[in-house]
């Protein structure tokens, strides 16, 4: 006979490697019992208004303008298709440098996975504030972490959030 909880120990919860084995119980055990989803849409249940190209790059440099003054401009900011949450990229930064005129200039663009045009409004924000605290903070680090919470001091719930809504989206529909 199989159980309920059986079934979502055998679901993977490849957005959640490396949270403790308590917490990974907790998050298979609302699988189980078919409320993860629910709560989600409970905790979160703000939509945005972000869909197009420009409407994103003015958002994006609203958050700029208001967190971070100093750091370079972007040349681009685009939803991308393309993105896979599988290999983890949710949004990427990229700097192009060329030469112009004697001087070494770079082009700064950031790309966020075209899922997040239907995401809650403050998953959106989450992977903005992450790809721009890129621009100062190449690695993953104390300091890329600090300046993620200052501008979302709820940067790390939300970034758990994050990945339970993704592992939801992959849920089989019952």
């Given at each position: 006979m199989t159980h309920a909880s059986d079934a979502s120990d055998a679901f993977p919860l490849p957005y959640l490697t490396g949270y403790a084995p308590d917490l990974l119980a907790q998050v298979r055990g609302l699988i189980a019992d078919g409320r993860l989803s629910g709560i989600l849409a409970q905790r979160y249940p703000d939509t945005h208004e972000v869909r197009t190209e420009r409407a994103l790059y003015d958002y994006v440099s609203d958050l700029k303008a208001r967190h971070m003054k100093s750091a370079p401009p972007l040349a681009k900011v685009a939803y991308d298709p393309r993105l896979q949450t599988v290999r983890n990229a949710l949004g990427t930064h990229s700097s192009?440098?060329?030469?112009?005129?004697?001087k070494l200039k770079a082009k700064r663009e950031i790309r966020i996975a075209a899922l997040f045009k239907e995401a809650p409004a403050d998953f959106l924000r989450m992977i903005v504030v992450h790809e721009l605290a890129h621009l100062k903070e190449r690695e993953h680090d104390k300091a890329f972490y600090a300046l993620c919470r200052h501008?979302?001091?709820?940067?790390?719930?939300?970034?758990?959030?994050?990945?339970?809504?993704?592992?939801?989206r992959e849920?089989?529909?019952s």
């Open positions: 192009v440098s060329r030469v112009q005129g004697g501008m979302a001091p709820d940067y790390h719930q939300l970034e758990f959030d994050l990945r339970l809504w993704l592992t939801a849920l089989p529909a």
